[in-house]
């Protein structure tokens, strides 16, 4: 989707305000906010959570900080997937107690699910890179309408495969219940002046993750 | 590329929490309040759950964690080779690693080279060294550029980069995360690694500054 969210090269947006000791949390909501992210486990997939970032209006997602924008993407997320009701939400009273087949996560649960994480790499799907390090490619002009992890700024330009990282989950399919689908991912190289032009040095480079699908051969 | 020119004209970051008044702070509390309760009442999260998971990142996971792995580096050139080839692994063997730094990669800035860590898509950021990212990490100034813009972005850190020196900005766009190993600063020769650590900041290993000068004693 080519959304507010793909901001890489937009220089509109003002100065970067630093605030000196930030503490991790500003008030006590954001807290909540973070962790229902991960227990709660409204979206079935962090594709499909992401997603729902993604689609915020794009008046809503610049006004909003960062869990407020995760709050209203979780509210959406529980409506559209039938978990709780408008009127639920507008209420703040359950209609009925039956949530679904989902059992809650545990307290000391969490511990190991911070330790262990979730890799997103596979030894399914495919398995056989068809680039190697070196190699010159085209990041491929997609403008898929759904979610994607290939942002505008690297569309149509030419880089170099850099380095294979392995097979992973495919974030294309997986946002929208299409299933894993993995494929090799490459750190690819991007010159600075490539993506944008001669004013940018000629000695710096971009360095991005870009799933083999979203590449070509540049030969 | 200098855009400091609009940099004047924008106001306030309307996305630092800071800013909100008490009022929306008071509407954010109930409507946190009500979603956490609904799904509470469904039984698909329990509230200790939630407690236990923010204190995790609150009190537990933090900077401190990256700074041990740098020290370490600067002190152990075979560990140093371990964490610029396998990074994970090497994260591992300090006791770091899991929610979102399942895939580490650690680059290293040298006199020639320096790095520069971003997410232009989301927030992306390497949790169990770094903890969770500072609001400005997640904020459209820097997320949009950073990549077209570094050495301006840099410099609003206050970090002036030669001419001659290499920039390579490292978009976070798929599940690999990224570390920088700033340069170990001159006159810790006789430092020990504890005390190198305290010299390691956020800023150094996402890549907006250079570790801390020693104090001279």
Same mark, same amino acid.
């Given at each position: ?18 605030? =000196? /000791? ?8 954001? *807290?909540?906010? #973070? $962790?229902?992210?991960? !227990? @709660? ?33 979780? =509210? /959406? ?8 009701? *408008?009127?639920? #939400? $507008?209420?703040?009273? !359950? @209609? ?124 | ?217």
């Amino acid at each position: 989707m080519n959304g507010i969210h793909d901001m890489g090269g937009m220089t509109c947006f003002g100065p970067i305000v630093r605030e =000196e /000791n930030e503490p991790v949390f500003h008030a006590h909501w954001e *807290k909540r906010v #973070l $962790a229902l992210l991960f !227990a @709660a486990r409204i979206a079935d997939t962090i594709d499909e959570s992401r997603h729902a970032k993604e689609r915020l209006n794009p008046v809503v997602y610049l006004a909003s900080s960062y869990y407020e924008g995760w709050l209203a993407a979780l =509210e /959406n997320l529980a409506l559209e997937k039938g978990v709780l009701t *408008k009127e639920e #939400l $507008a209420t703040g009273i !359950a @209609a009925s107690t039956s949530g679904g087949t989902k059992t809650p996560l545990p307290p000391e649960a969490v511990s190991a699910i911070i330790q262990h994480g979730a890799p997103a790499n596979r030894q399914t799907g495919r398995l056989t890179p068809r680039f190697k390090a070196g190699d010159r490619v085209i990041a491929r002009n997609l403008n898929p309408s759904g979610h994607t992890r290939l942002p505008r700024y690297v569309r149509g330009k030419q880089g170099v495969i850099n380095r294979v990282h392995g097979t992973f989950v495919y974030p294309d399919t997986n946002a929208h219940g299409g299933g894993e689908q993995p494929q090799p991912v490459y750190s690819v190289r991007f010159a600075a002046r490539e993506l944008w032009g001669p004013t940018a040095s000629a000695r710096d480079s971009l360095y991005i993750d870009l799933w083999e699908d979203y590449l070509e051969n540049a030969e | 590329m200098s855009t400091e020119h609009s940099h004047h004209d924008a106001g306030p970051d309307p996305r630092l929490e800071k800013h909100l008044t008490p009022e929306q702070t008071q509407a954010l509390e109930a409507r946190v309040k009500a979603l956490e309760s609904l799904l509470i009442a469904k039984g698909l999260v329990s509230a200790d759950t939630l407690t236990k998971l923010a204190e995790t990142y609150e009190q537990d996971v933090g900077p401190m964690n990256g700074a041990k792995v740098v020290a370490r580096a600067w002190v152990d050139p075979a560990y140093k080779q371990r964490l610029l080839t396998n990074a994970t692994a090497a994260i591992a063997e300090l006791g770091f690693g899991g929610l979102q730094g399942e895939h580490m990669v650690v680059v290293e800035n040298t006199p020639k080279e320096h790095n520069l860590v971003v997410c232009t898509l989301c927030s992306c950021y390497p949790w169990p060294v770094l903890g969770l990212p500072p609001v400005w990490y997640k904020s459209a100034p820097y997320r949009s550029r950073s990549v077209i813009d570094p050495r301006g972005v840099l410099r609003e850190f206050g970090l002036e980069l030669d001419e001659s020196v290499e920039v390579r900005v490292w978009d976070s766009s798929a599940e690999l995360r990224y570390m920088v190993l700033p340069e170990r600063p001159s006159g810790t020769e006789h430092m020990n690694e504890e005390n190198l650590a305290k010299l390691v900041t956020r800023d150094a290993m996402i890549g907006v500054a250079r570790a801390k000068a020693p104090v001279s004693t």
